[in-house]
């Protein structure tokens, strides 16, 4: 059978038509799916977490003065409430006491092994009917491996298993680096020598 | 009046063509926008305020160490300058004074309420010359409702009917969050009590 | 010739559909491009350096009190370790000494010169066999030209002539800043007085 010319071309149009109309949507909804995960007013809100952009496990170590141990020692009570004096950790799981430190930080949780950089800062014990902590400190590294600086802040409820700190910046390699860090208790020994695990999660590099 | 085949077709064919123009420029004006919204050099930088993607509203309740309310105080006097001693407030508008804290937090302006969370850090008094403070602390919740941290940092200049902090970061429910949060002292007695709301609003979640 | 009209037809439409094509192809590529440069996973994390938002450099003058200098001193030891005192900077370079400050800020490195703000917050001596400290502290601005506080944290290894902290919040006119503040030593006058040369990079401007 032989089609009149034009119907011919009306169902080629129409076809085209078909295909156009279809590319277009699927453009369109592509677009739209790229609205909703970034685009909106919202864009600079409502980010999606994913995989971290870097992560690093490293290991510190604190070894507190108590009045012997000035040689080996990396921390020191600087503050007590007036109950308290600064070679014994206070009663009260510590309340109050201000310690600052200079520990070394490795890649494995040996204190022997080769130190990587040093976790620098302070850390208060905050509560009287537990022990729980506030940290602010900084990872420094100034190697040809790792050059620059993590800054962390956050409260450390120390006798839980894990506990989550943030990355509030960062210099150097880590430059304006933000993310979690996860502080584990490696080992604790007497009130005198900790090891902590940190597992960084950074999650905005740059 | 009976149209020539060919000329149908392209009028049709004509007619299409403007649509997919027509269609094209559309999704080339949406891109556009959308370069010109968030993608330029500028993207990291340059950011709209807008609306919070969060806002929280907290009080906490300080009870400070003097000596004789052991049992209710929630926070003491760490750290004070040499003219100063750890029961009483130092002279010069508390300048030098160090205090450690774990404060309940309320949803309302109640003492008694039933606390959502804790308050937990240390505050400074900063200057001689009028009452001003600098904050490091947690809000730390760990219920059904809410669990996780708020990590914030900034200068309380106290006599100021409303001062802002930073948001520096956030874990679990609050997981990198940052933000603004604007404090008011709610009440003040003697040297003893104080309540600050804290009116919190986030303005990049995860 | 006279063409067929279904040929014409078909061979107009190719063209259409040619066309059609190619312009879908270029969107498509823009929507690519536009993926991998800025809207995949990565969008939150891999972000470029480029140029600062803003810059802004400032001094800021910390004379520690020392038994004598009570009129003039904008800073005071509030805490130590066992061996030190809070008037003398302890041994072994001040490690564990805790310093609160209220120092004056001024556009140059003239002390006398009108404070444009104050720096407020505190330093940690954190390091046993050289001069390093740990900074938390904000820049509050309270004039018609500048309204606002910058708040800082992280290690200052002041031996070195320059060194990074970071800008981790702001409020008012640095509404939810971040950056990073390199220091350098301007001035050091025995143990009471040094001037600190800030400049301030910020990165996310709001």
Redesign the interface.
């Known amino acids: 059978m032989i089609q009149?010319?034009?119907y011919?071309?009306?169902n080629?149009?129409q076809q085209?038509?078909e295909?156009?109309t279809r590319?277009?949507s699927v453009?369109?909804f592509?677009?739209v799916i790229?609205?909703g995960?970034?685009?909106s007013?919202?864009?600079?809100?409502?980010?999606?977490?994913?995989?971290?952009?870097k992560k690093l496990v490293f290991y510190f170590h604190d070894i507190i003065?108590n009045?012997h141990n000035g040689k080996n020692a990396t921390s020191?009570?600087?503050?007590?409430?007036?109950w308290?004096?600064?070679?014994i950790l206070a009663g009260h799981n510590h309340?109050?006491?201000?310690v600052?430190?200079?520990d070394p930080i490795t890649l494995d949780n040996n204190l022997h092994s080769p130190p990587v950089g040093?976790a620098?800062?302070?850390y208060?014990?905050?509560?009287?009917d537990i022990f729980?902590a506030?940290l602010?400190?900084?990872f420094?590294f100034n190697s040809t491996q790792l050059r620059?600086?993590i800054?962390f802040?956050?409260?450390d409820?120390l006798m839980n298993k894990t506990r989550?700190?943030?990355?509030?910046?960062?210099?150097?390699d880590f430059?304006?680096t933000?993310?979690?860090a996860t502080l584990s208790t490696d080992a604790f020994e007497g009130e005198v020598y900790f090891r902590l695990r940190a597992d960084i999660n950074l999650?905005?590099?740059?």
Chains 1, 2, 3 share one sequence.
């Open positions: 009149h010319p034009i011919t071309a009306s080629q149009q085209l038509m295909l156009t590319l277009v453009i369109l592509l677009l790229r609205v995960c970034s685009a007013p919202h864009h600079w809100r409502k980010k999606r977490v994913g995989e971290p952009c003065y009045g020191a009570i600087v503050g007590t409430p007036a308290g004096n600064r070679t309340f109050g006491d201000v600052v430190f200079d040093r620098q800062g302070f208060i014990y905050d509560k009287k729980t506030w602010g400190f900084s420094v620059g600086t800054n802040a956050g409260a409820p989550d700190i943030s990355v509030i910046g960062g210099t150097g430059f304006m933000r993310g979690v999650f905005e590099c740059w």
